[in-house]
């Protein structure tokens, strides 16, 4: 079946740190691939897509790479702010371009970016 | 333009107790979706709803959980009578255009069962 796997958390790291969440998904066709974050206190925020292979979603720092050869949408980000603590989830829809589909998320990393 | 918005925040209910959720799309969306976040795990899919008619129920878990959306607004998730594993976050979503399928969450309610 569809499925997305992530890297364990949690994550803590340093301001300024180089941020990696690694995520793979299982899925037939092709899906639309996106990173959604939830902000303590808040609900779930769109942070980046992509919607085919090769294409690089990106936002607020933020960057990951739709890589169908590996299966994978990693997370990146150069420069970690203590802003930046939150859950990150990895999702996919596995039909993006037909009619509706469910949005199928993985299991969430949880970072902490300490001063 | 105001967000999904989700009704109560956090519910703290005991074993054998109703519960209704509410959640308030976006205005002009006529795709509503319901999931739910358990014991810190994926979320997971419960329904959609197309208007006021159920388009996919098949993430219900069971025939304690009964959605509706009367007049295609909002919706509700009635959770009767609620067990120890329901207790957990549900996300209610709204989208516009199939084709994009950009769904948009609410804050989510956090439910617990005692």
């Known amino acids: 079946g569809n499925s997305v796997t992530q890297m364990e958390g949690p994550v803590t790291l340093s301001e300024e740190a180089f941020l990696t969440i690694n995520c793979t998904y299982t899925?037939?066709?092709?899906?639309?691939l996106f990173w959604y974050v939830q902000y303590p206190g808040e609900g779930l925020q769109l942070l980046l897509k992509a919607t085919k292979a090769d294409d690089k979603g990106s936002n607020k720092g933020f960057e990951a790479t739709y890589r169908k050869e590996t299966t994978s949408f990693h997370l990146e980000k150069g420069s970690v702010q203590v802003s930046d603590s939150a859950v990150y989830f990895c999702?996919?829809?596995?039909?993006?371009?037909?009619?509706?589909?469910?949005?199928?998320f993985g299991p969430g990393t949880s970072l902490s970016v300490i001063p | 333009e105001a967000g999904v918005t989700q009704f109560p925040s956090h519910s703290v209910i005991e074993k054998g107790q109703t519960v209704t959720l509410r959640c308030d799309p976006i205005?002009?969306?006529?795709?509503l979706y319901w999931y739910r976040r358990v014991m810190g795990k994926e979320i997971k899919f419960l329904l959609h709803f197309v208007k006021e008619s159920k388009q996919d129920e098949s993430g219900m878990p069971n025939n304690r959980f009964l959605a509706e959306r009367t007049g295609g607004t909002y919706s509700t998730l009635k959770v009767q009578p609620a067990e120890l594993e329901d207790s957990g976050v549900y996300f209610c979503a709204s989208s516009q255009d199939l084709r994009v399928n950009e769904q948009f969450f609410g804050p989510g309610t956090r439910l617990t069962v005692l």
């Open positions: 999702a996919l829809i596995k039909n993006g371009w037909a009619s509706y589909d469910k949005v199928i």
């Open positions: 899925a037939t066709g092709y899906p639309s």
């Open positions: 205005s002009g969306h006529d795709n």
